[in-house]
């Protein structure tokens, strides 16, 4: 069995928060480490939107990891409802539990109905796992890219969200002890109900600037020539400001990042960029967008940024 987890106290100022990030090798500004401070000293839940690749999925991660939590993550998707999210009666056990019932000769209808229905025949999900763990140690729930499910499951969220409890008809409410620290992301594939978000601290986690980014590759990339590092931000940054349906997150710089290490490479040149743009852009037209000219041209760009 796995040791229990010891939590940690949260921070208790913005700068302890940014320092707390930085354990975690997540690379903050002050307003995202601002937005994460107060979320942890209101109880409130932290809802992050912004592009893919960002960071937003990572500092559920981070905090986890830094606040000594369990991570239970909920991954959305088109069609999640509560069997899979919150909870599930155990079939299997109700129907043993009926069957003995019956051999026994105890079966009263009312009473059965009664017995069968109770805490020990729920198989709990990420949502009633986060509200009533197991070790009783308040973990930090991740509702990740909630953008992918159908209205209807927001509209399951607001008692989660606003109460930190779950309904169950057949038993009542379930609150929490001690409210689990909830971040919620979306990619903003489709806008979400005003009604979550006034439940929420938001904060629109952005694509970071040169400055930022590239302390982010020199965290996680650290065997990273400096020179290549410059040039892999500055390159990417230059991406996207070009008209593409997918620019660049931060996940594609490190892995591009990563690929160009593996290469033994210490420098962009318009080949090793033709030869791993697949690395940085996802979609066939971007690819494309990105000829031979383009990528000479963008390598000077991006160098000569960096003299400047």
């Avoid at 006034?198 to 996680?220: F, G, M, N, Q, T």
């Avoid at 066939?284 to 041209?297: L, R």
């Amino acid at each position: 069995m796995n040791a229990p987890m010891t939590p940690h106290p949260p921070p208790a100022t913005v700068d302890a928060t940014l320092d707390l990030l930085a354990r975690g090798d997540y690379v903050a500004d002050r307003r995202l480490a601002t937005a994460v401070y107060l979320s942890l000293k209101l109880g409130r839940p932290l809802f992050l939107e912004g592009e893919a690749g960002t960071g937003k999925t990572e500092i559920a991660k981070v905090l986890a990891a830094t606040l000594g939590r369990r991570l239970v993550r909920l991954q959305c998707y088109e069609g999640l409802d509560t069997a899979s999210a919150v909870y599930e009666w155990n079939y299997p056990r109700q129907m043993i539990e009926i069957r003995l019932a019956e051999a026994q000769g105890r079966v009263v209808r009312d009473e059965l109905a009664h017995d069968i229905f109770t805490t020990r025949f729920l198989m709990k999900r990420p949502i009633l796992e986060a509200l009533a763990p197991h070790d009783g140690v308040a973990p930090v729930l991740l509702i990740d890219e909630l953008d992918r499910t159908d209205e209807p499951f927001e509209a399951f969220l607001l008692e989660v969200l606003a109460e930190n409890q779950v309904t169950i008809p057949e038993i009542g409410p379930i609150r929490a002890v001690e409210p689990p620290i909830v971040v919620v992301t979306s990619n903003r594939t489709r806008e979400i109900h005003d009604a979550i978000k006034r439940r929420c601290l938001y904060h629109w986690v952005d694509y970071p600037d040169a400055a930022r980014e590239l302390a982010i590759v020199r965290r996680k990339c650290p065997k990273a020539p400096e020179s290549l590092a410059r040039e892999v931000v500055a390159f990417t940054q230059k991406l996207r400001t070009m008209d593409l349906f997918k620019s660049p997150g931060v996940a594609e710089t490190l892995d591009w990042a990563e690929a160009l290490i593996a290469l033994d490479r210490i420098a962009l040149d318009p080949a090793t960029v033709a030869d791993t743009i697949g690395v940085l852009l996802k979609y066939q037209d971007d690819v494309g967008a990105i000829t031979p000219e383009v990528a000479g041209k963008l390598v000077a760009e991006a160098r000569e940024g960096i003299r400047l």
